[in-house]
């Protein structure tokens, strides 16, 4: 989640106007440096002052820049400076003009902190102006739904086996059945296999849950979940708040293509897809016993 360092960089220059001149007489004034304010786009107005922004937020700022004396400008420098810490040189070029002005659409920092943008104006005698603003970055509000201590018993637990992720419900075989629309995923612990989480549809699945008359060979809908495990840490799961994030970890660098994921131990983040396109994410909490044992695991979902 912290490495968007692709949004840094990212600006769209728009609105550029330069206007020629040439005069002689030498004044030592520095060239006039300006933010535009105002309406960039309608229901978008300009950021030209320090503002509190979410993380990862599109914004605009524009600046406006002349010269003073008679020598042109040569020369504009914009740069950020996070926390301090990390400076990003995102345009630094030269110009000969009299006279600029410039939008820039970006992004805000994509973890929350303290960001200045700074400019710096040169003209031809080596007069310099300079302006700046603070972007305070704030994190998203959480907008996904987190399950905690859910349990799903193993196939021989009479704690149920079948979770939904709609609603975070678990049920017994002879519930699922009749929900069998709404079952995402299942719980098994096998010889080979070991700890297991599988989709409806998976093989094992099948060889497992086929007991009449609510084996998986009676469902009306076998829906194809698919999962990956993932690199993320226990700390890492906790952090992510937001869809955006959530379906960041989820499909970067490739999505979930697994119908099952097995040999699952303690600590583990798999990332998961359904059958009608929601992501989510696990953490196993704690696995106990086999075939008649449990797993207990914390479920996000956008």
């Not at 509000?141 to 419900?169: C, H, M, R, V």
């Not at 009749?178 to 060889?207: E, K, R, S, V, W």
């Not at 697994?258 to 600590?267: A, E, H, P, R």
Request: aromatic share 10%.
């Amino acid at each position: 989640m912290k490495k968007l360092s692709y949004l840094l960089g990212l600006f769209v220059v728009t609105g550029i106007l330069f206007s020629a001149c040439s005069k002689d007489e030498e004044v030592l004034d520095p060239p006039s440096l300006s933010f535009l304010g105002g309406e960039y786009a309608p229901g978008q107005d300009r950021v030209d002052s320090d503002v509190n922004l979410t993380v990862g937020n599109e914004f605009v700022f524009g600046i406006t820049a002349s010269k003073v004396s008679d020598k042109d400008l040569r020369r504009v420098l914009i740069q950020r400076k996070y926390e301090n810490v990390s400076i990003i040189t995102v345009i630094d070029t030269a110009i000969n003009t009299a006279s600029i002005t410039w939008d820039f659409t970006t992004f805000a920092y994509p973890t929350p902190g303290s960001e200045d943008f700074e400019v710096t104006v040169w003209d031809k005698a080596d007069k310099s102006s300079t302006i700046s603003f603070t972007v305070t970055t704030e994190p998203a509000a959480p907008n996904i739904t987190t399950y905690e201590d859910k349990i799903l018993g193993a196939q021989d637990n009479i704690t149920g086996s079948s979770f939904a992720s709609f609603d975070g419900t678990i049920y017994t075989l002879p519930d699922a059945i009749n929900n069998a629309a709404a079952i995402d995923f299942m719980y098994f612990h096998g010889q080979t296999n070991l700890a297991t989480l599988a989709a409806p549809d998976d093989d094992a699945a099948a060889q497992v849950f086929n007991g009449e008359p609510n084996g998986l060979q009676n469902w009306t809908v076998l829906n194809a979940t698919r999962f990956k495990e993932t690199t993320l840490s226990g700390a890492d799961f906790d952090a992510i708040t937001s869809s955006t994030q959530l379906v960041t970890a989820a499909i970067l660098p490739t999505p979930p293509d697994q119908s099952k994921i097995n040999n699952l131990s303690v600590g583990q983040v798999l990332a998961f897809e359904t059958a009608d396109d929601m992501y989510g994410l696990i953490r196993i909490d704690n696995i106990t016993g086999t075939s008649d044992g449990s797993i207990d695991i914390t479920v996000k979902v956008q």
